[in-house]
């Protein structure tokens, strides 16, 4: 693995997000990995940051909320479209993704978090603050149509520790 600036591939991260990166998370020696398509990354409070929004129904926001870290893993040559699928339609509470997707977590360099191996980019993150969101300060419409079931996100802010290439 090869250290990298965060921005360094962000365009590439950008392009690829559509067809997901792997939001990894691991608590009490449980595991778990779910697809993501929205992420946003930049600075905030002087810091390289990530955003990660997950919503309160899924098993990731359980483990989410008893750690204080995640990784982010980007498949940046649509190589891992079928695994994405699947983390993106199966629950971590009824699968282990890793066994039935063989999917290879490698151990994180800053954080106890593993990454997911094949991928090209990875962000290994510290959570700063977490928010959940409130309906009642959605101003936009487009926004409120994401809601019909009042699923609402949790919005993780992700203080970037390290970040790498696949070489």
């Known amino acids: 693995m090869q250290k990298v600036n965060y921005n360094e591939y962000l365009p590439d991260a950008f392009e690829s997000l559509p067809d997901g990166a ?7 020696g449980e595991k778990n990995t779910m697809t993501i398509g929205w992420n946003l990354v930049g600075i905030n409070w002087s810091l ?4 990660v929004m997950v919503r309160s129904s899924r098993h990731t926001h359980k483990l989410l909320e008893d750690t204080d870290e995640y ?6 040559q649509n190589q891992m479209e079928e695994e994405l699928k699947y983390c993106g339609s ?3 509470r009824d ?3 890793f066994e039935e997707r063989d999917l290879q977590p490698l151990e994180g360099r800053q954080v106890d978090t593993p990454v997911i191996g094949g991928c090209d980019l990875y962000y290994e993150c510290e959570i700063v603050y977490r928010q959940h969101m409130d ?3 959605i101003t936009s419409q487009a ?3 994401c809601y019909p079931e009042g699923d609402y996100h949790t919005l993780y802010f992700g203080q970037i520790l390290d970040s790498y290439m696949a070489e």
């Open 22 to 28: 792997f939001l990894t998370v691991q608590s009490d």
């Open 48 to 51: 390289p940051m990530t955003l």
């Open 71 to 76: 990784t982010i893993s980007f498949p940046l």
């Open 90 to 92: 199966h629950s971590g």
């Open 95 to 97: 699968h282990d993704k």
């Open 135 to 137: 309906p009642d300060k």
């Open 143 to 145: 926004v409120r149509d």
